[in-house]
């Protein structure tokens, strides 16, 4: 049961509704009471939010602008990109993380309603696993998703984010490079109990292929690497 679309989707959703939500939504918070592994993998999540917003942003103004955030957790991108004036459809396989991201988008994004101009939009948020969203949107982002997909499966899911994106698509994954394909090994003799599921590596170059197979070809690249966080960030664009 390794496969994503068989048993291991089953385990990744049921993860993120129970235990993972807990602990995500802790990391993807702003309390104290997170360890120091915790806090790093925090401080590097959200450089990666930043650059994701920057990346987006210096491409002119995003007021207007359709933008699919799929497997949203709870809504560190879609909040930011909401109060840009993005138009956001915002989308997570868990249940428990999309409730989450909509009660924070409530609390921030109206809190002090008669200073903002323009006036964000809420995101519209909605319970679906990536393989079974459509529609078109200026923008597809899908950030820290990957790690759940295995490169057989990951392959599909770019071609299938690729077709719902009409000008860009930004993805952030878990680079498979010696070092951290090392770390990730010794991290699986010691497993910690609240790592209940796989965490899978991604190859830029399968990635970049996957892309260029889709009719899409990278424009940017980025790295974002703390202690115990590392992620690759790329925007593409159609070839
Ligand atoms: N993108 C968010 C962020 O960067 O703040 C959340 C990242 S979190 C590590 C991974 C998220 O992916 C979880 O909320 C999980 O429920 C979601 N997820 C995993 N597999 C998914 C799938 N097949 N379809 C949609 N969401 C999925």
């Known amino acids: 049961a390794e496969e994503v ?3 291991d989707k089953e385990v990744v959703r049921e993860y993120f509704n129970n235990n993972g939500f807990q602990r995500w939504k802790k990391i993807y918070g702003d309390t104290d009471d997170v360890n120091k592994v915790q806090l790093d993998i925090r401080l590097g999540h959200s450089k990666t939010v930043e650059n994701v917003m920057k990346m987006l942003t210096e ?10 955030d799929a497997g949203c957790g ?6 930011p990109l ?3 004036g993005a138009v956001v459809s ?4 868990s249940a428990s993380m999309v409730a989450e991201a909509q009660k924070q988008a409530q609390e921030e994004l109206f809190k002090d309603k008669d200073d903002q101009s323009p006036a964000p939009v809420m995101p519209k948020f909605e319970v679906k696993d990536l393989e079974s969203l459509d529609g078109k949107y200026d ?3 899908c950030l820290d998703v990957m790690i759940h997909y295995p490169q057989s499966k990951a392959d599909g899911m770019i071609a299938h984010l690729a077709s719902l994106a009409e000008n860009r698509l930004i993805l952030s994954f878990a680079p498979k490079t010696f070092y951290y ?9 010691f497993p910690g109990p609240s790592k209940a599921t796989r965490a899978y590596l991604h190859a830029e170059a ?3 292929r996957a892309l260029q197979k889709a009719g899409w070809k990278i424009r940017k690249r980025g790295l974002i690497a703390t202690q115990f966080y590392f992620a690759k960030l790329i925007e593409a664009v159609p070839a």
């Open 139 to 141: 923008t597809v982002v």
């Open 90 to 93: 915002a989308s997570d396989i």
């Open 5 to 7: 679309g068989g048993g």
């Open 82 to 84: 909401a109060k840009e």
């Open 206 to 208: 399968d990635v970049e």
């Open 181 to 189: 394909d090392l770390l990730k090994r010794i991290g699986e003799l």
């Open 74 to 79: 709870t809504g560190c991108l879609s909040i």
């Open 59 to 68: 491409e002119g103004s995003l007021q207007g602008v359709t933008v699919c």
